[in-house]
Structures are given as C-alpha cells and as structure tokens.
C-alpha cells in the first residue's frame, strides 16, 4: 500500500512578476547618479563617489532579498504525472 511518488520541480516564474522590481532598482540607479552628479558641484567632489557608492552598496541586499523571495514563492513541487516504481 505504500506508494512512492516521484516529485518534480516547476518555475512559475515570469517576467512581469519581477518588472516592477527592475524598474524600481533603475530608479535607485538613476537617483544616485543624479545625487553624484549634484554633488560634484561641491568643493570636495569625493563626496559625490561616497554618496553614489553608499546609496547602492545600501540598496544592493533589498534587491537580491526582493529577488530571492520572488524566485522561491514561484517554486513548486509537484508530483510527476506518471507514477515512481522502485
């Protein structure tokens, strides 16, 4: 009576589920260039590459943390169609 079932992977993972994370991340990108270009202005231009640096070093693990979960929740596992014999 005991059955093992074969499981398979599947990745329902699509484009649009991550298009508004690329698109928030261009806006970081932008920003940050457009605060160093702000601040080259300044007398100490080193300020602009700190600015620049630190707003993506900051923004880089929200982002991988964004994408990982969306990857993980479009995972499934799922038993094959076709029945495991041993």
């Keep these: 009576m005991d059955q093992s ?3 398979q992977l599947r ?5 649009g589920d991550i298009y508004g994370q690329i698109m928030i ?4 990108i932008f920003g940050s260039l457009a605060a160093g270009l702000a601040l080259m202005g ?4 080193i300020f602009a590459l700190v ?3 630190l707003i993506l ?3 880089l693990p929200f982002l991988l943390f964004a994408f990982t979960t969306t990857l993980l929740n479009h995972i499934a596992l799922e038993p ?7």
């Design 5 to 7: 079932h074969a499981y």
């Design 11 to 15: 990745c329902t993972l699509k484009f």
């Design 25 to 28: 991340w261009m806006l970081v």
């Design 42 to 45: 300044a007398n100490n231009p």
């Design 51 to 53: 600015a620049v640096g």
């Design 57 to 59: 070093v900051l923004s």
């Design 80 to 86: 094959s169609p076709t029945p495991h014999s041993p």
